[in-house]
Each structure stands twice: as structure tokens, then as C-alpha cells.
């Protein structure tokens, strides 16, 4: 079976999986979402695993442990355990494997990769600053020392983990790099939603745009980083 073909078999239940999760949580159904939620990233896992052996490439522990770490990160946040300290903890887990597996032998190009690209440099510190500023007036209101602690934490790695998207996309842009990149800026999309949906304010149809992008941003850095990696 070639590369095309794994593509199309695990991308459209991925996706027929997704659009699921985010009807019940649409229509309230926490029980079927518990079953469904975890599917999506054990899809992924076995479609880069499959495809990686299928290339001949030894599979990257490391980028496994992001995707197990994500996956983690949702069994923890979904209703049956809604545990959002947890979830944030695995999932902040995974953004340092990511960066991991991005920045490896890239180290020397992270500072003169961002600084030869002012413009993508500055508008993600802006959005970053705001959101973590705008987070932090709404948190302080709650009275947590654990979320005012955590959450800089985790907006400071998961900014990161874009910039190393950034690097990464800039040295393999026509090896499929450019899909991680994308896969970074939904992840941060995704995760601004899901705590100004929290914390801020009630945002009209959440679901749809916290699992829609969150879900494309899975995929992208599984898809863009499978076909970045070529048989030695």
C-alpha cells in the first residue's frame, strides 16, 4: 500500500472522527465523547507508525511521546476525568517533545532563523503577550496560585513549540515543513480559544473552533513531519 493510500484510509475516520467529537459535545453527550475523543490521536499514532515502517525509517520515540502525551492530555480533559490541571501538565509534556524533535541538529538556527523573519517574530510575541496578559487579569480573579502558575508556563512552551515549527518549516519548506508550521499556529489557536473560552469569556460554538483546529493541527504535524523523515 504507498504513502497516498495510508493517507486516505486513516485521514477521512480521522476526520469522520472529529467531526463526531464535536457533535456530542455539541449536543451534550459527554458519555460518547469519552469513548470517541481518545480514538483520534490512536489513529495518528498507528498511521505514522505504519508509515514510517512501511518507508523502512526506525520510528522516532520521541515524536511518539508527543503524540502519547497529547493523547494523555485529552483522556485528562475530556468529561469523564475533567481534570484540567492534568490535562494541562500532559499536554505541556508533549509540547517538549515536539520541540524536541523540531529543534534536533537545529539548535544554532533558532536565533538567526527568527531574526531574519522580524514580521512572523513579532506578530506571534504579540499574540502571545496579549493572550497571556488577558489570561492572567481573568485567573487572578480566581484566586489560584496553581493556575497562576501554570498557565505562563504553558503559554511560554507552547510559544516555543511554534517558534520551533517556525525553524523547522524554514530548513525543510519543500520537504513538507511548511505543514508543521501550520500544525504549530493551529495548536496555538486552538489552545488561545480553549482558555478564553474558560477563563475570559463564553465564545459562541467553542467546540467547533477549539476541536476543529485542534484536530488540523494533529494532523498537519503528523502528516508534514512523517514526510519529512526519508529512509537513510
Not at 505514522?48 to 493523547?71: C, D, E, T
Not at 492530555?73 to 469523564?80: A, E, H, I, K, S
Amino acid at each position: 500500500m504507498s504513502s497516498k493510500q495510508l493517507t486516505y484510509l486513516f485521514s477521512i475516520p480521522y476526520l469522520i472522527l472529529a467531526i463526531s467529537v464535536v457533535a456530542v459535545k455539541m449536543i451534550g453527550r459527554p458519555d460518547l465523547e469519552n469513548i470517541l475523543k481518545p480514538t483520534l490521536l490512536i489513529i495518528l499514532m498507528i498511521w505514522f507508525a505504519i508509515n514510517q515502517y512501511k518507508k523502512g525509517i526506525k520510528i522516532p520515540r520521541v515524536f511518539m511521546l508527543a503524540l502519547l502525551f497529547s493523547l494523555l492530555g485529552d483522556v485528562f480533559l475530556m468529561p469523564f476525568f475533567d481534570q484540567f490541571i492534568f490535562g494541562l501538565l500532559f499536554f505541556l509534556l508533549s509540547h517538549l517533545f515536539y520541540i524536541s524533535v523540531f529543534m534536533k541538529g537545529k539548535k544554532q538556527l533558532f536565533f538567526p532563523t527568527l531574526k531574519k523573519s522580524k514580521l512572523f517574530l513579532i506578530s506571534i510575541l504579540s499574540a502571545y503577550i496579549g493572550l497571556t496578559t488577558i489570561l492572567m487579569f481573568a485567573i487572578f480573579k480566581l484566586d489560584s496560585v496553581v493556575l497562576l502558575v501554570a498557565i505562563p508556563i504553558y503559554a511560554t512552551v507552547l510559544l516555543i513549540m511554534v517558534l520551533s515549527t517556525f525553524v523547522f518549516s524554514k530548513v525543510h519548506f519543500y520537504d513538507f515543513g511548511r505543514y508543521i508550521l501550520l500544525g504549530g499556529i493551529f495548536f496555538f489557536i486552538s489552545d488561545s480559544i480553549l482558555a478564553i473560552n474558560k477563563f475570559v469569556l463564553e465564545i459562541d460554538y467553542s467546540p467547533i473552533w477549539v476541536m476543529g483546529t485542534y484536530t488540523l493541527a494533529q494532523w498537519l504535524l503528523v502528516y508534514g513531519f512523517m514526510n519529512s523523515k526519508k529512509k537513510s
